[in-house]
């Protein structure tokens, strides 16, 4: 009997990498009122927000390490709604969700910070298909770093003597073994 919330997760996802599991799965697992195997159905979970879908969906999902520039253009719809929420609750003072995450300015300077130095991401974002281009499941902070870093200009960037922001990073890409997207709508 697995017992830690680690050997919990892996126990339902064995194939999974670590890594998306730690930055993904390992965090929420572990708040108040969340815990491990998440209710099937979701319920009142907020394991909903998280996951969007139940467990035995996501087992059928394999990753893989996809090297991508990471622009706007690279993502879905909504996910574009999402970095521009963060980027006016954050950088124009919005008030939306985003303004409720009292880390979340610290989380995107930090990376940033990160940027200057490494012209990478310290970590790869975990992200799957939608519909119309890449939802990031876990890394919304570093995605908005990343844009924000990019828009600079290499002008900018050589005038302030940081490095130049990479023209790919890499991310963990989840793919349905059936093809099925997360949001086919």
């Known amino acids: 009997m697995p017992n830690s919330t680690l050997e919990k997760i892996k126990a339902n996802l064995p194939e999974w990498p670590d890594d998306v599991i730690d930055q993904w799965l390992l965090p929420h697992s572990e708040r108040e009122g969340f815990g491990w195997p998440p209710s099937s159905p979701f319920n009142r979970s907020e394991w909903r927000y998280v996951m969007c879908r139940?467990?035995?969906?996501?087992?059928?999902?394999?990753?893989?390490?996809?090297?991508?520039?990471?622009e706007?253009?690279?993502?879905?719809?909504?996910?574009?709604r999402t970095v521009n929420g963060m980027?006016?609750?954050y950088f124009k003072g919005d008030y939306n969700a985003y303004r409720m995450i009292a880390t979340g300015p610290k989380r995107v300077f930090g990376v940033l910070e990160f940027l200057r130095a490494n012209g990478d991401l310290?970590?790869?974002?975990?992200?799957?298909?939608?519909n119309d281009g890449l939802h990031i499941v876990d890394g919304n902070h570093r995605v908005v770093a990343w844009i924000i870093y990019g828009a600079l200009g290499?002008?900018?960037?050589?005038e302030k003597c940081w490095l130049p922001r990479a023209a790919a990073t890499t991310i963990w890409?989840?793919?349905?073994?059936?093809g099925e997207l997360l949001d086919p709508a």
């Open 54 to 70: 139940p467990v035995v969906w996501w087992q059928a999902v394999t990753w893989t390490k996809l090297q991508t520039a990471l």
């Open 72 to 80: 706007p253009d690279d993502l879905s719809a909504e996910q574009l």
């Open 87 to 89: 980027i006016g609750a």
């Open 122 to 130: 310290p970590r790869m974002p975990v992200a799957v298909m939608d």
């Open 154 to 158: 290499t002008e900018v960037l050589a």
């Open 173 to 178: 890409l989840g793919t349905h073994a059936t």
